[in-house]
């Protein structure tokens, strides 16, 4: 097969099928036959309990300066095993929950005996209390910390569940969305500050804040099936406050909105949904742009993180051709633009600033992540051994991508965790971002698993998870490598079957605590845990 010319800043264009010509290319890999390279990856099913005695050595045999070279191996991509969940169209990685999951009586906690809060029939996390709960720090380890308080809700909603993934931590408060309400806790004990009330179902969040402590929600238009995610909302998480309302207006007759996808920098929030978006002040609601609807590359969404901002672009072409554009986020100005290769579309974002992407080619079967430099041009591909998810946020035809929560991005390193297999552990991978190289790896250890949670100060936070009688820990890795630091061992006992089996967790660490939390509810009128904190 001839091999089409390709533009500077690309990588080579596959050819044939299920393989690569010549030698595996850096970037390029292909799973076994029968696999779908676009299937979200299971989750992780619940693991037996082990304690182990010490880390292992990061990276193992052949990692860190100075070993030996490595038999290259290209990026595989991880095929499910079982039916992803879904949430808000959006494909996570689960944490592990069987039907062993303790549930709590209501309660509101204590200093001495945190449990969790009072049972809630209005999805606020608030009601009428319940008996007593077993003192969730009994049995705790020499060296373990400590539960600081539990909230656990209990309501009747539609058969589908609910939705609960707004977390955010804002000084000394930690709001949590929960169907139709925003509600703030103090960090320190759990007691309730404030609670917002939306009139319909919250449908969509911003993950990021401004820096007066402010975001921005969407709820639909209205109760009931036939209903849109039309409606913005900005709050102000330190008091509970709303800030204004408004509805976003459609940007043509096909502006459906389905699953929209919030982000926000500096004073601008982007609306992304069905394949159009729009912009608008975050202080007044006023309008900055929208993506524009016509012949030639027009943006289908935009995402924004570390200062800047990218829109993912389809071209009215034959082929649909994908690119990527650098955005000014005030006006929606273009100023770079990378085209994919021919029938490549963006799976996942990695990054924004740095651009870190992963791209795929549904029908080849082929992948490749793809570092770009502040000019659009490719300065790198990223080549290491293991699997990685892949499509952690895409949408399908409409690619409303979010950042993918699961990867970390410094100046100059991307930390990926590996997917996790039956009764195995994974490990968590940096690489170096200007040779596309891996630098060092960081093993779970026994048969755990470990996520990257932010990098601060020179170091990676990642978090370990639970076992069904081990607490899950807070680590501090070096991002030069090395061994990992414990800055939180949560407690056994009681605590750590119920840490272990949050439903598709959000997680954070601020401040010396540890925040985990649900992100969706079964909502048929049973205790469920809602927010867990740990602290010293």
């Keep these: 097969m001839t091999e089409l010319p390709q533009p500077p800043n690309q990588p080579p264009t596959p050819s044939g099928y299920g393989h690569l010509p010549g030698p595996p290319q850096q970037g390029y890999g292909f799973p076994p036959q029968g696999e779908n390279p676009y299937a979200q990856q299971p989750a992780y099913p619940p693991q037996p309990p082990t304690v182990p005695q010490q880390w292992p050595a990061p990276g193992g045999p052949g990692s860190g300066p100075g070993a030996a070279p490595k038999k290259k191996t290209v990026l595989l991509i991880a095929a499910s095993v079982a039916a992803a969940l879904v949430l808000g169209g959006v494909g996570y990685v689960a944490f592990s929950g069987d039907d062993k999951d303790p549930k709590p009586v209501a309660q509101e906690p204590t200093d001495a005996k945190p449990s969790a809060s009072p049972s809630a029939d209005k999805g606020d996390g608030n009601g009428d209390g319940g008996a007593q709960q077993a003192d969730l720090n009994s049995g705790r380890k020499q060296g373990e910390d400590k539960v600081l308080w539990l909230k656990t ?26 169907w139709k309400n925003l509600t703030g806790y103090s960090v320190t004990d759990g007691k309730e500050k404030w609670t917002l009330p939306f009139p319909a179902q919250i449908c969509s969040v ?28 900005v709050v102000d998480l330190k008091t509970g406050k709303e800030v204004w309302s408004k509805e976003v207006p459609k940007e043509g007759l096909f502006d459906i909105f389905t699953s929209p996808t919030l982000s926000m920098i500096g004073d601008t929030v982007t609306v992304s949904r069905g394949g159009n978006a729009s912009a608008f002040k975050i ?40 690119e990527v554009h650098g955005i000014d986020p005030v006006t929606g100005a273009k100023g770079w633009a990378y085209r994919l290769p021919a029938k490549f579309k963006v799976t996942s974002i990695y990054s924004v600033n740095p651009t870190v992407i992963d791209i795929g080619n ?70 170096d971002l200007a040779t596309g190289k891996d630098k060092w790896r960081v093993p779970a250890g026994g048969k755990r698993i470990l996520t990257p949670l932010k990098a601060v100060n020179g170091q990676l936070i990642a978090y370990r998870k639970a076992e069904e009688e081990q607490g899950g820990e807070v680590l501090s890795i070096p991002a030069a490598g090395g061994t990992p630091t414990a800055l939180l061992r949560h407690p056994s006992g009681p605590a750590a079957p119920i840490e272990r089996t949050f439903t598709l967790p959000k997680l ?29």
């Design 206 to 233: 911003a993950p990021q804040t401004t820096a007066e402590g402010r975001t921005v929600v969407m709820y639909r238009d209205g109760e009931g099936e036939n209903t849109s995610c039309t409606q913005l909302r």
């Design 283 to 322: 202080s007044n609601g006023d309008k900055l742009f929208a993506s524009p609807v016509g012949d030639g590359c027009n943006p289908d969404s935009y995402e924004a993180g570390n200062g800047k901002m990218i829109a993912l672009v389809t071209c009215t072409d034959e082929d649909s051709t994908a």
């Design 508 to 536: 954070d660490y601020v401040d010396g605590r540890f925040f985990i939390s649900s992100t969706h509810l079964r909502a048929q009128g049973q205790d469920e845990k809602l927010l867990m904190v740990f602290g010293k």
């Design 153 to 178: 809700t209990k309501i009747e909603g539609p058969g589908m569940g609910v939705d609960a993934a707004g977390q955010w931590v804002v000084g000394d408060t930690v709001v949590k969305s929960l």
């Design 362 to 431: 549904e029908q080849t079967k082929q992948r490749s992540i793809v570092v770009l430099g502040p000019d659009g041009k490719q300065t790198a591909t990223l080549a290491g051994e293991g699997s990685f998810a892949v499509g952690c946020g895409d949408t399908g035809i409409f690619r409303s991508l979010a950042t993918c929560p699961s990867a970390v991005v410094d100046a100059n390193t991307l930390y990926l965790p590996t997917a996790a297999g039956t009764g195995k552990a994974n490990e968590i991978v940096a690489f």
